[in-house]
């Protein structure tokens, strides 16, 4: 195939890669010989200037006609943009997937800095090892965004601030004692090389979407298997926002006996939950 350029949703063209295209479709679960079938078909709506939501709605819809599970693996990056617009879902998503990877968590906690009050979005803490985290979380909802300088200085202008008051209070017998407070920026887009070299520079973690490469948002996400509930095709917005609202942020959730009755309020009905509940279950084992 000649070099095409499709158009990103920023507007700006970018150059067609087939390779990276195929990439993502396996990363959805389909197999090699269904992801070619697609792909055959993808490439050939491939015209210079089309658009890349065009592309991905096109691969969603055949990858949904495989099997609902791939689609939603495929829409993982846009399902999450869609814990939104608040983005105080996704400071749940956040914890809850810190949770599973070892940390006690907690959301939206009132820090007094040396000179101002904040809030944070999350604290993440694994006391066994002295960790002692506090996550400034950015969140975008719209594909294409990337986190920026803006954010890592900010990020790192509270954390100065509330580190000086916090070494202080820990002078004087405040726990915890042993340790240093961490910070910590974690976003569900890419970052900018200028976020990387100055986290590497002032000492601040960065988790982002592909970054770092053996821990991203991303990688956490599919190891764990700790799919948002935003990825479930059965469901529609308005009940998915009613299971958030109840703070039930991952499709894992469904399947706990305690949450029963709040998927019986969706108004489903019998034989929608019961589909609902096997979606939940091909997604979680990888079918």
């Known amino acids: 195939m000649a070099e095409l350029f499709i158009t990103k949703q920023s507007g700006e063209g970018e150059r067609f890669d087939v390779t990276k295209l195929k990439r993502s479709l396996l990363a959805s679960g389909a197999s090699v010989a269904d992801v070619t079938a697609v792909l055959k078909q993808l490439t050939a709506l491939v015209k210079p200037g089309v658009s890349t939501a065009e592309l991905y709605r096109r691969a969603f819809q055949l990858l949904r006609s495989i099997g609902k599970s791939y689609a939603a693996r495929y829409s993982l990056s846009r399902a ?59 969140f975008h909802n719209r594909p294409g965004n990337k986190t920026g300088s803006k954010d890592i200085l900010y990020t790192h202008a509270r954390f100065l601030d509330i580190n000086q008051e916090w070494v202080v209070k820990r002078a004087r017998g405040a726990k915890p004692q042993g340790g240093e407070l961490q910070s910590w920026l974690f976003t569900n887009t890419k970052v900018t090389t200028d976020v990387i070299q100055y986290a590497r520079c002032a000492g601040l973690r960065i988790t982002s979407w592909d970054y770092p490469a053996d821990a991203s948002f991303k990688k956490m996400i599919d190891t764990h298997l700790l799919y948002p509930i935003t990825v479930l095709l059965g469901l529609n917005a308005d009940q998915k926002n009613q299971l958030l609202r109840a703070r039930l942020v991952l499709c894992r959730d469904l399947l706990e006996p305690k949450n029963e009755k709040m998927i019986h309020r969706l108004g489903l009905g019998d034989r929608k939950i019961k589909l609902l509940l096997n979606e939940v279950q091909s997604l979680l084992n990888g079918v």
Do not use: R, W
């Open 80 to 138: 999450i943009m869609q814990l939104g617009p608040s983005g105080f879902p996704f400071e749940q998503y956040v914890a809850a997937v810190l949770e599973v990877a070892g940390y006690q968590t907690c959301t939206n906690q009132i820090f007094q800095g040396k000179c101002l009050t904040h809030e944070v979005d999350v604290v993440a803490e694994k006391p066994a090892e002295n960790i002692h985290a506090i996550i400034e979380v950015k």
